[in-house]
T-cell receptor, first 112, second 112 residues
Framework: DSGVTQTPKHLITATGQRVTLRCSPR?????VYWYQQSLDQGLQFLIQ???????AKGNILERFSAQQFPDLHSELNLSSLELGDSALYFC???????????FGPGTRLLVL | GESVGLHLPTLSVQEGDNSIINCAYSNSASDYFIWYKQESGKGPQFIIDIRSNMDKRQGQRVTVLLNKTVKHLSLQIAATQPGDSAVYFC???????????FGQGTELSVKP
């Protein structure tokens, strides 16, 4: 157990819908990262937050957004969902940016 | 562009043998490298990391070697066990940046 928690574990929804994925980092970690894992793209970095502020952006679609709250938990919002958004979404956290990232168990999203 | 690649997509070894998983990286500015193990249905699990000022680092039954001259990274697992069966990912980052760039992964299968 890495200490990073993610909810929900599974999510099934329809195209065009909007979902919110939640992540709680390890105690004491200030930085949160979101990654997408799909069969054809592998593990791809989406976005990073540090102590509530956006720190870095990767290949994140405009339909996706995220935020980190004062209690350091983070949410990833996915809207106007498409079939291709079906994937595993992982959250990771680290004490500081550049330090070891520990991953949560992931949320498996299926868009029908 | 930046990429991390793996030489072998699959590796099958006999229980008790040593395993070597290889990885090539292309960004000479990367200064932090990390290996993760991912079992089916779970998030990536940290195994070992190494910074660019080192050539070798040892953990429990695992050793990571870094050859900056040829931009090559390897993970050695001693006395491989059935529980080591998983997909192994190498990842690189620039420490100040924090985001990880993952390789495609190598599936390790351990035969009893």
């Amino acid at each position: 157990d890495s200490g990073v928690t993610q909810t929900p574990k599974h999510l099934i929804t329809a195209t065009g819908q909007r979902v919110t994925l939640r992540c709680s980092p390890r105690s004491g970690d200030l930085s949160v990262y979101w990654y997408q894992q799909s069969l054809d793209q592998g593990l791809q970095f989406l976005i990073q937050y540090y102590n509530g502020e956006e720190r870095a952006k990767g290949n994140i679609l405009e339909r996706f957004s995220a935020q980190q709250f004062p209690d350091l938990h983070s949410e990833l919002n996915l809207s106007s969902l498409e079939l291709g958004d079906s994937a595993l979404y992982f959250c990771a956290s680290s004490v500081d940016f550049g330090e070891t990232q520990y991953f949560g168990p992931g949320t498996r999203l299926l868009v029908l | 562009g930046e990429s991390v690649g793996l030489h072998l997509p699959t590796l099958s070894v006999q229980e008790g043998d040593n395993s070597i998983i290889n990885c090539a990286y292309s960004n000479s500015a990367s200064d932090y490298f990390i290996w993760y193990k991912q079992e089916s249905g779970k998030g990536p699990q940290f195994i070992i990391d190494i910074r660019s000022n080192m050539d070798k680092r040892q953990g429990q039954r695992v050793t990571v070697l870094l050859n900056k001259t040829v931009k090559h990274l390897s993970l050695q697992i001693a006395a491989t066990q059935p529980g080591d069966s998983a997909v192994y990912f190498c990842a690189e980052s620039i420490r100040q940046g924090g985001k990880l760039i993952f390789g495609q992964g190598t599936e390790l299968s351990v035969k009893p």
